[in-house]
Structure formats: structure tokens, C-alpha cells
């Protein structure tokens, strides 16, 4: 396959509204995600008193959670 046919197979693959749709969505929650996840331990402590322990705990949950449900969305079947 040369890159004129990668080209064709994406333009009919994203002329599908759906597919731009879960796209933008999905690189849009990506955006926002990294924009607050440097600031969101900081919240954490100084406005909801949280400890490092809890903060550790949220993350944790956090890593797991996306381990668990955005990996097993691109496993196919």
C-alpha cells in the first residue's frame, strides 16, 4: 500500500460523522485531562486538606481506572 491509499482509507474512514465525533471527543478530553492533571494533587491539598497518602490513593485509582477501561476499549472484539 502506497500513501495515497493510506490517504483514501482515511478520508472515507473520517467522512463517517460518527467516527469525527468519538474523535474530537476523545482528543479533547486528552487536551483537557493533561491541562489540569499537573494542578490536581495541588487542589487537592490546599483546598480539600487532602494528605499525600490520599493524594497517592486517588492516583493510583486513577491509573488503575484508565488501565482497566480506556485499554480494554482498543482491544478489538
Known amino acids: 500500500m502506497g500513501l495515497r491509499d493510506y490517504y483514501q482509507m ?4 473520517f ?10 471527543t ?5 487536551l483537557i485531562q493533561q491541562a489540569w492533571n499537573p ?4 487542589y ?8 499525600a497518602v490520599i493524594i ?5 485509582l486513577n491509573t488503575a481506572e484508565t488501565m482497566l ?6 482491544i478489538p472484539g
Open 10 to 13: 482515511a478520508k472515507e474512514v
Open 26 to 30: 476523545t482528543m479533547s478530553y486528552s
Open 39 to 42: 494542578f490536581w494533587p495541588k
Open 44 to 51: 487537592l491539598k490546599d483546598n480539600l486538606g487532602a494528605t
Open 69 to 74: 477501561f480506556f485499554t480494554s476499549r482498543r
Open 56 to 60: 497517592s490513593l486517588i492516583s493510583g
Open 15 to 24: 467522512s463517517n460523522r460518527n467516527i469525527m465525533t468519538i474523535a474530537f
